[in-house]
């Protein structure tokens, strides 16, 4: 056996708090018990959680032949040494703290549902497991918390006595006398007992002084002393109920000592509708006066078994002996079992390693005798063994676990005296089912609060309260069945608020609390000797005979006592909370929605506690109710900006507090105050969650009711509030951003604003009654404008940067400079994008006036910019340049480059309202202002490519930006070369200006990089190739005398031209294209030959040429595929089972469907040059004067013949078949081409 020196001594305890944490280590073996007895053997470890006693001091060894039965000088004098004991031993102490476990368990939560099985006075304990040895009465009430049972006393005499007097508890008496004992009688204990008493008393503080002598007390203090302890005995120590106070005859009945001890549940449970309730929860509050009054509380592991015990038992120490027990033993009555399990079990609970036993007959000392603790099972007339006491104890642990199943009932564990069965009764469900309405429970309140305790120490593990929010809620919810909102609004309301906080509303997903412990865990308990419940067999009040009538009222029995020593006869198989799974939803809003229903009925509880509605004066209607924001002005700009104004007027210290009452009564400071901030705000955030969710599912409608409820419940908040914490500004910022991001979004999405408008005007019931709730304090009219539904999407845009600028200038306000500074980044993100979104909003404005006006004037009249248009313009333009400081403020060079895009894009809309229009369908030159608003829009793309520096900054911003840098060099040498400028520029230098501005747009034609554009890019690399062959033919032909200049404007339009036609040959949708820039350099090559006189190269030229016609045949073959698949569906049914989807293919194919008109001009042109060729061929080949070979004969013979059926061809067939035949005609070309081009190379 290990040695033991832990006592309550020895540990370093903090006498200031109760929530000591155990300091030793669970491997120490200083910190074991083991008892051995023969082959068996027991598993005790005790731990002191707390301890009162002072350092342990050497018992005094009293003299042999001392009287006991005269006091010693310091008797009933308060001494730390024996702690209460002295009082204990009187019997008072006991018999006034009928909820000893609750003290133990508000003491010690983090005990509570996990860690320990049983929290009980060890007075309890003990009796429990007596009872297959005692034939005395066992009478307990049993309270579950999670894992954890509740073990305390139910004086059942004391309970009738109050009853006899007050009539509360007449249910239970009447049901304790018709189902358990019919005689019901209360007896007096013997005089004797109560002498014994007072002699143990006595030898106690004769242990305690220093000489040992007896050292009298005057005879008045004695008397005062027996007559205490008979009064004692009788006094009434069972707390009042509800409805019912100590009148003054019980209060001169209960001695003082008690009186101060007693525990007057009324002065909690019950509180005046004007009375503000105490606060309940301040740590170091005494617990509602259930206080913790044990020399020390020790945590004991019994085998598997972990309890929680208190225990008053006084422990000296010293010397030889580190720790020992006292008792006092009349030398003519022996041990027997029940007093030896009795010292067994109280060394073990305390790790007190020996006992030590004064013997005394009719009061004179006789002799001690120390005894070690594993000896006491062997005493004589005192054996008994542990293992079965160990078995008794897992069995009535697993019986009370599977039984008392149901938190919050109150169950009575009973057992008659001299009975062998043990029954229990559900106190709870038998006051619900009584007829009579002052039906009441006296540990409803204990329990409710004990919850509530437990469940919010849970809440404040941070780092493991997620697993346990299933058994956190079951708690909250049991303590919320066992209160009256009229009585406990308090508890209620913090109890609702609790449960909303269970909710972590920012995260995806959240675990399961179905874990759950069997441990359970502390109480208090007094210190008392085995006598009384020997007596109590003799003298007991209750029925001997006891033969129950009807078991239908229990809910478990044990049919004999003796069922309690067979191993594990009763097995824990019951789920302690089959229905505590925390309720986890990946919906949001049914989240939210669970959420704000405890809310509201938090509101009410607090709402109930201050005054009822028709207490409120009533309102005159002619008086305007005064509002907390001035009157809104028509612009809503300056509105906005009031009331941004009014808030950060609210920001000061979050400590300052308001001095008045609030709107509805409410005083500052008290519970109601603190509770109504806290369910505001976490309403403000559920609405919030709602509203955000409810973005992302595009139901912006719904969106805005959520953040307009959001804003009001922050209303509210700010008008019973002093200053706002930073916290709750922050939070604020984002609802305001929120908003933003929604009245955005709903200016964008002008088409669904009836289904929006529908939406936005829903309200549900707990949202009507949580607005009520609010309106009770304020006028919730902060923001409203802001959260409106208008029809104007510009009003929207307004109303949404304002909301943006709002939270923007919260952030930067002292009060938030320096911690809000990752949202003031995501703020000046969306302040940059809503003013971009305004900026596009006027471009798009001036662009479709310019429309509009261009359509209405007549072709005589000049064009002028109008002064709306401008203002548009500067409108646009102030909000893009807004928007790039945001962006650049937080370095943003992506937002920055497309919002310097979009003002090049401005530009160009300025450029194109300065035309100058000289008929209905022509333009004039093109003008200097033009030229201006062009050159500023390249200037502001190039800014945009320098902003993104690279295109692996962001490879989609710079195509774009590179594509709209190219288009607008295009389009600017476009208007250059169709609407030359002829009245202030040279020829020459608009074709150099042409030139240069083609070539810049051409080098921003990515042609290498594989992307969506890459076909677009081709298409205008080709085309402007093709305009500059177009001009450089046409210097060519307009160009007089300067040959050299002239060959080398043939040299760049043959280059063009080719580079054009390869470009073109690339791409399948650009077939007219293709051939005209072909037609364009035949015509090129018919031009040179007009100039030509040699025969020789005239022939020369002219097979170019026709080989050039020949490279048209690609052109038609893709105008052949087009105008079949134009045929095909042309042919398709008219009676088609899918209208719709046709006409929308139909649709979607015109917009790229062939130009046939421009097909026929290009033939129209193709034809008569095709047959020049032809005949100008068979016209040179006889006129060349050296004779020609067979094979040219033949050449010229598929001339003629294609000249010939190019002739008879009919003109009026359809072009389908006109382009049939000219690729026919072309195709016969082709292989004698070939051979020409192969023997001319050769």
């Not at 944490?21 to 008892?35: G, L, M, T």
């Not at 002996?321 to 041990?335: E, Q």
Request: proline share 3%; with cysteine; charged share 25%.
């Amino acid at each position: 056996m290990s040695e033991v020196n832990m006592s309550s001594q020895d540990k370093n305890t903090d006498l200031d708090t109760r929530h000591e944490e155990d300091q030793s280590s669970p491997a120490s073996e200083d910190n074991k018990q083991i008892i051995c007895l023969g082959n068996n053997e027991v598993k005790s470890r005790a731990v002191v959680k707390y301890s009162a006693a002072p350092p342990s001091s050497s018992y005094a060894l009293l003299q042999e032949k001392t009287d006991l039965k005269l006091p010693p000088a310091n008797w009933l004098r308060e001494n730390t040494q024996l702690g209460t004991a002295g009082t204990t031993i009187l019997g008072s102490s006991r018999k006034s703290k009928p909820f000893s476990s609750f003290g133990m368990a508000y003491d010690f939560l983090d005990c509570i549902g996990d860690d320990v099985d049983v929290v009980s006075d060890s007075e309890n304990i003990k009796k429990l497991l007596k009872i297959p040895y005692s034939k005395s009465h066992v009478s307990m009430a049993v309270h579950r918390v999670g894992g954890t049972l509740l073990l305390d006393e139910l004086d059942i005499q004391e309970l009738f006595m109050r009853s006899s007097q007050t009539g509360d508890w007449t249910w239970l008496k009447e049901f304790y006398q018709r189902l358990i004992d019919q005689k019901w009688q209360r007896k007096k204990k013997s005089k004797e007992h109560w002498n014994e008493k007072a002699i143990l008393s006595k030898f106690l503080y004769y242990s305690i002084n220093s000489d040992g002598t007896a050292v009298p007390v005057p005879s008045d203090t004695e008397q005062v002393a027996e007559e205490g302890c008979g009064t004692a005995a009788e006094g009434l120590s069972w707390p009042a109920t509800y409805n019912s106070s100590t009148t003054e005859s019980d209060e001169s009945a209960i001695p003082k000592q008690e009186q101060v001890d007693t525990y007057t549940l009324g002065h909690v449970s019950s509180v005046s509708k004007e009375q503000n309730l105490p606060t309940l929860f301040n740590e170091g509050e005494n617990s509602q006066g259930l206080r913790n009054d044990f020399v020390r509380n020790i945590l004991w592991t019994f085998e598997d078994i972990h309890m929680l015990v208190g225990s008053n038992m006084p422990i000296f120490g010293g010397g030889r002996y580190p720790a020992v027990s006292l008792r006092l033993r009349d030398n003519n009555k022996p041990i027997n079992v029940l007093t030896g399990i009795d010292y067994w079990l109280d060394n073990l609970m305390c790790n007190v390693p020996e006992l030590v036993m004064c013997f005394h007959v009719n009061g004179i000392v006789q002799k001690y005798e120390m005894i070690k603790t594993e000896d006491i099972p062997n005493l004589e007339n005192s054996t008994f063994s542990t293992r079965v006491v160990k078995d008794i104890a897992q069995n009535i642990l697993s019986f009370l676990k599977s039984n008392c199943t149901k938190e919050g009932h109150t169950y009575w564990l009973f057992k008659a005296s001299g009975s062998d069965i043990v029954k229990l009764y559900d106190l709870t469900t038998l006051c619900e089912e009584a007829a009579e309405e002052k039906c009441q429970n006296p540990f409803t309140l204990p329990v409710a609060v004990l919850l509530y305790k437990v469940a919010s120490n849970m809440m404040l593990k941070k780092s493991h309260n997620r697993k346990n929010y299933g058994t956190i809620r079951t708690l909250l919810l049991n303590c919320i069945k066992l209160l009256d909102e009229e009585r406990h609004p308090q508890i209620i309301a913090s109890a609702h608020y609790t449960l909303a906080e269970l909710f972590q509303l920012d995260d995806v997903s959240e675990d399961e609390g179905n874990g759950e412990s069997l441990r359970g865990g502390g109480s208090e308990d007094s210190y008392s000797d085995e006598e009384e419940e020997e007596e109590e067999d003799e003298s007991c009040s209750y029925s001997t005979s006891f033969e129950p009538q009807d078991d239908s009222k229990a809910v478990a029995i044990i049919k004999s006592v003796g069922e309690l020593s067979v191993p594990e006869k009763y097995k824990s198989t019951h789920q302690i909370r089959p229905n505590g799974a925390f309720p986890v939803s990946q919906d949001k809003e049914v989240k939210c929605r669970l959420v704000l229903s405890y809310i509201l009925k938090g509101l009410k509880a607090v709402d109930s506690s201050i005054k009822k509605e028709s207490d409120l004066p009533a309102a005159d209607p002619s008086t305007p109710i005064p509002l907390k924001y001035e009157e809104r002005s028509q612009n809503g700009a300056r509105d906005v900006e009031k009331e941004i104004a009014l808030l950060l007027d609210r920001v000061g210290p979050c400590n300052e507090e308001l001095k008045v009452p609030t709107r509805s009564g409410m005083l500052p400071g008290t519970w109601q105050h603190r509770m109504k901030l806290q369910l505001f705000l976490k309403a403000s955030k559920a609405y919030y969650v709602l509203s955000e969710a409810a973005t992302n599912l595009l139901k912006y409608g719904r969106a805005l009711r959520y953040i307009k409820l959001a804003l009001q419940c922050h209303d509210g908040y700010c008008s019973i509030g002093g200053g706002l914490h930073p916290q709750v500004l922050l939070f604020h910022c984002q609802c305001l951003s929120l908003c933003g991001d929604v009245q955005l979004m709903l200016a964008q999405n002008t088409s669904n604003r009836a289904a929006y408008l529908e939406e936005c005007n829903y309200q549900t019931k707990d949202d009507q009654e949580i607005l009520h709730c609010l309106h009770r304090e304020s006028s919730c009219q902060a923001f409203s404008m802001a959260t409106d539904l208008a029809s104007d999407p510009e009003y929207q845009l307004i109303v949404s940067c304002k909301c943006y600028e709002a939270a923007h200038d919260l952030l930067t306000s002292g009060v938030l400079k320096n911690l809000g500074q990752e949202q003031l980044g995501q703020v000046l993100k969306r302040l940059g994008n809503i003013r971009n979104e305004m900026g596009v909003f006027y471009m798009n404005q001036a662009a479709a006036m310019q429309a509009e006006k261009q359509g209405a004037f007549s072709f005589s009249a000049r064009r002028s910019v109008c002064v709306a248009e401008q203002e548009l313009w500067k409108k646009s333009f102030s909000c893009f340049e807004k928007g790039m400081q945001d962006f650049n403020a937080i370095s943003d060079s992506v937002n920055t480059a497309l919002l310097l895009c979009n003002i090049g894009r401005l530009m160009r809309i300025c450029a194109q309202a300065h035309c100058v229009m000289t008929s209905e369908h022509n333009r004039g030159e093109f003008s200097p202002e033009e030229a201006l608003y062009y050159n500023k829009a390249i200037d502001y793309y190039q800014r945009a490519l320098k902003s993104l520096g690279c295109r692996e900054s962001h490879s989609a911003v710079w195509d774009s930006v590179n594509w709209e840098l190219s288009t607008t060099y295009f389009t600017l040498a476009t208007l250059l070369q169709d609407y030359a400028p002829l009245s202030r520029k040279a020829q020459e230098q608009i074709e150099r200006e042409v030139t240069e501005t083609m070539m810049k747009s051409l080098r921003y034609c990515d042609l290498q990089t594989e992307s969506a554009r890459q076909p677009l890019y081709q298409y205008r690399a080709a085309t402007i190739h093709h305009r500059l062959a177009s001009m450089y033919h046409s210097c060519y032909r307009n160009q007089v005398g300067d040959e050299c200049l002239r060959k080398q404007h043939r040299a760049l339009a043959e280059q063009h031209y080719s580079k054009a036609v390869r470009l073109f040959i690339g791409l399948s949708d650009a077939p007219c294209e293709l051939l005209r820039a072909l037609l364009e350099r035949v015509a090129f090559a018919e031009f040179t030959l007009a100039g030509q006189n040699s025969s020789a190269v005239k022939l020369k030229t002219l097979t170019g040429a026709l080989e050039i016609m020949c490279e048209t045949q690609h052109a038609f073959k893709l105008i052949h595929k087009e105008l079949l698949e134009q045929q095909e569906k042309m042919l398709t049914p008219a009676d088609s089972d899918r209208p719709e989807e046709l006409h929308e293919a139909s649709d979607s194919s015109s917009s790229s469907e062939l130009n046939t008109d421009e097909v026929v001009k290009l033939t129209g042109v193709f034809e008569p040059s095709f047959s020049f060729l032809l005949l100008q061929l068979i016209k040179l080949s006889p006129a060349s004067k050296r004779k020609l070979s067979g094979k040219e004969e033949e050449q010229v013979k598929i001339y003629k013949s294609v000249y010939s059926r190019l002739l008879r061809a009919e003109k009026s067939v359809p072009l389908i078949q006109r382009v049939s035949l000219f690729m026919e005609l072309l195709d016969q070309l082709k292989p004698s081409t070939g051979r020409d081009e192969a023997r001319s190379s050769s």
